[in-house]
């Protein structure tokens, strides 16, 4: 089964288009978990329209912003596979297909991500490879940290590492980066050299790099070293802690 977490806020100008070309693409018992952050536009009503019985709606419930929002749809996904999808974007065809072979390649692949062709706010290509414009995709985290290659609406995760990621500790800088960066260090990372999404960049997109200065881009950085590693600790140490009581439970059966 496949999920599709989409966080809304104020999306009505693109939601439909976005909707539409991802249904396309599920099979009858896939799901789109959408969780809106207190919309005040025509996003709901929008949604309504399309009438999907694939499409899930989280009411809103305070803002949230946008990680926290995200994590609430992530924590209501029901699918083996997740992908992470932006309001405002458009899957091209064949992504979904692309991502599920994949992922079916190689249990041990967690994330994957594909480049995505660069749009305007009028859907007009300003760009045929993200990744090129960032020097090319690199999973490792000495790249991550340098400069994030993960592009949330690009990537899809195995639901195993959604189950290690959350909760999304406070002081990440956002889900796609913590995300991408704990897959890599707890399994392996595909790329998808061909763009199989069209990423929308115009004034309202949700980017803290567009925001904050080299120095809080910095604290970030340090902030999401520390807790990859704690929280990869965490996961060692409670992996620990389940094959010791496994060994038990053997024994006393014995």
């Avoid at 005040?40 to 929002?69: F, P, Y």
């Avoid at 790329?191 to 997109?205: D, E």
Wanted: aromatic share 8%.
């Amino acid at each position: 089964m496949i999920s599709v977490c989409i966080a809304t806020y104020n999306g009505g100008s693109y939601i439909g288009e976005q909707l539409r070309s991802v249904l396309l693409q599920l099979k009858p018992d896939d799901e789109i978990v959408v969780a809106d952050d207190g919309s005040t536009d025509d996003t709901l009503a929008v949604i309504a329209e399309l009438g999907d019985a694939r499409i899930r709606l989280l009411q809103s419930c305070g803002r949230l912003g946008v990680v926290k929002n995200f994590e609430r749809a992530l924590l209501s996904a029901h699918g083996d596979i997740i992908f992470l999808c932006d309001q405002d974007d458009v899957w091209l065809p064949g992504k979904c297909a692309q991502f599920s072979s994949a992922f079916e390649s190689d249990p041990q692949i967690l994330v994957i991500v594909s480049d995505a062709q660069v749009i305007d706010a009028r859907g007009t290509i300003t760009a045929s490879s993200f990744m090129a414009m960032r020097g090319g995709f690199s999973s490792s985290l000495a790249s991550t940290f340098m400069r994030n290659r993960y592009l949330g609406c690009a990537m899809a995760l195995r639901r195993k590492l959604i189950v290690a990621a959350l909760p999304i500790p406070q002081w990440v800088p956002m889900h796609d980066m913590w995300l991408g960066a704990l897959g890599s260090m707890l399994g392996k990372v595909h790329y998808i050299s061909t763009p199989l999404l069209q990423y929308r960049r115009h004034s309202s997109n949700a980017s803290p790099s567009s925001r904050q200065g080299w120095l809080q881009m910095l604290r970030w950085r340090i902030a999401l070293l520390t807790l990859l590693v704690a929280r990869y600790f965490s996961l060692l140490l409670r992996l620990h802690r389940s094959a010791k009581s496994s060994n038990l439970s053997n024994q006393l059966r014995l």
